[in-house]
């Protein structure tokens, strides 16, 4: 179950408007314009296929399972999951099927992961991303990804535990989503949207930790419509 709250909540003083070195040129946004330009940018994304490999676990703490995955983003989030020993698993969200999860279940993103990547290329909404997470709209600060700035949505600064989502500064992409979850906080990171095969429609790798500990990390290997 995705938490639609805030795991804590601060206020930002001036100590919060300090910027690290590599925020000098950075500069803040009106939430409402990062949104608009972050919805705009993720429509180049909708209906958009792509196929990964990689590795998850299951449980958050055992050994790596490799698996090779099949995410469709189409009127509903479909997704195919093919993991070792022939076990195979499904989730098919369209209208009439009932969000059916079917075969070895437990290789599947959990149903939290699985509704903000629906809100991120299925509704292309970030919008709706915010409210889905129950991110604050008036909350906003500066932090790096890398060397990248990035507008976070949701979280003053020095607060490392709300949910809030990270917008690259230059180019709207959306790098991170933070939300809170029965089985702990989830925090998912979106790289790389540049590479040769995504081509700035998907991210070319993915991943997510659970509770501080990875449990799916991805690499697309295609990107089709």
Request: charge should be positive; charged fraction near 20%.
């Amino acid at each position: 179950m995705l938490h639609r709250r805030h795991m804590l909540t601060g206020a930002a003083g001036l100590a919060g408007l300090m910027l690290a070195p590599g925020l000098a040129a950075a500069y803040l946004l009106p939430t409402p314009h990062v949104l608009k330009k972050a919805t705009a940018r993720l429509r180049g994304s909708k209906g958009i296929e792509a196929a990964m490999t990689g590795e998850i676990r299951t449980d958050g703490a055992g050994q790596p399972i490799a698996v090779g995955e099949r995410w469709r983003f189409l009127a509903a989030l479909q997704i195919e999951v093919n993991g070792p020993d022939g076990r195979r698993a499904a989730f098919d969200a369209r209208q009439g099927v009932g969000s059916r999860s079917t075969g070895a279940t437990e290789l599947l993103p959990r149903q939290p992961v699985r509704l903000v990547l629906g809100a991120l290329f299925t509704q292309a909404d970030v919008n709706g991303l915010m409210g889905l997470i129950g991110a604050r709209l008036d909350a906003q600060h500066l932090d790096l990804i890398g060397q990248t700035p990035c507008h976070v949505l949701g979280a003053p600064a020095g607060d490392k535990r709300s949910n809030a989502i990270w917008v690259d500064q230059d180019d709207f992409v959306v790098r991170r989503v933070r939300f809170g979850t029965d089985a702990g906080a989830c925090d998912m990171r979106l790289d790389d949207w540049q590479g040769p095969i995504t081509g700035g429609r998907f991210p070319h790798r993915l991943s997510v930790r659970l509770a501080g500990r990875p449990v799916r990390v991805l690499t697309v290997t295609k990107v089709a419509r």
